[in-house]
């Protein structure tokens, strides 16, 4: 329960959500070689949040800009290569900033 409360109080900011998932990267981590270093990679190469999605293996990293985003990539791919001897590819893409628009149906 207390985990679960963790990651709720955490979802007001994308990237702490990201980053400080207790429940299900707690699980999935350890079930990927050198996950603890491919995400030291993103961090340090300027993200503001990254996580495992779904059930893996794709990781994915929140940043501000597509340039920064390419950087990370290319960290992550190389981390992933040599802490764990997995071949990655990365892929960057924009958030949509108006977020879902309300329809109204008469």
């Known amino acids: 329960m207390l985990d679960h409360i963790s990651n709720s109080i955490q979802s007001g900011s994308l990237g702490k959500t990201f980053s400080s998932d207790r429940i299900v990267e707690s699980k999935l981590t350890p079930l990927i070689p050198g996950m603890g270093a491919i995400k030291n990679a993103m961090i340090g190469a300027g ?4 996580t495992i999605s ?8 929140l940043t501000e800009s597509e340039l920064r985003g390419e950087k990370i990539g290319e960290k992550m791919v190389e981390a992933f290569w040599k802490e ?6 990365s ?5 949509d ?3 879902d ?6």
């Open 47 to 50: 993200e503001l949040g990254c």
């Open 54 to 61: 779904g059930a893996a293996p794709t990781t994915v990293a």
């Open 84 to 89: 764990g001897n997995l071949k990655a590819t």
């Open 91 to 95: 892929t960057v893409r924009s958030l």
């Open 97 to 99: 900033r108006v977020g």
């Open 101 to 106: 628009l309300l329809h109204s149906w008469f």
